[in-house]
Structures are given as C-alpha cells and as structure tokens.
C-alpha cells in the first residue's frame, strides 16, 4: 500500500464528510469530527497542508478499523489515491 503524500487536512475534512463525519468542533488548527455511521466515533484531524504521513496513517487506521474495512479500501472510498 502506497499512502498519497500530498493530502491537506482540508482535503481530508471534505473527503470524510461524505463519509458521513461532520465538524463538531476546532481549536486551532485542529478540528475534530465524528459519525454515527456504524456506532459513534471520533477523530482528529490537522488542518495541515500536507498531513505528515505516519499522522496520516494512523488516522486512516483508526476509521478504517471503525468502519471494519481495511486502510487501501477506506482510500479508495474518500478518493484519496
């Protein structure tokens, strides 16, 4: 699995809203979402311009595991790629 290098935060934001996340809240640079698709979760995201990679993939991991599906999936479906 090859992660994109370039994704901003606001790109990020956009592409988890149409998964169903909505803003709930910003402090700084960093906005927080949740969904109640599939139960109710939360993440963090930098409004950052690139996200760094490991930060990247460790919040790609963390919605991929809530939504039961693997990380080259959940890319496909925010159209990150």
Do not use: N
Not at 14 to 21: I, N, Q
């Amino acid at each position: 699995m090859k992660l994109p290098r370039d994704v901003s935060g606001a790109v990020l934001l956009a592409a988890l809203r149409r998964m169903g996340y909505e803003k709930v809240r910003q402090r700084g640079s960093h906005v927080r979402v949740t969904t109640q698709r599939g139960g109710e979760h939360h993440e963090v995201i930098p409004l950052h311009e690139p996200i760094k990679a490991k930060t990247l993939l460790s919040i790609l991991k963390s919605i991929a595991r809530h939504h039961g599906i693997g990380v080259e999936e959940l890319l496909r479906e925010l159209d990150l790629r």
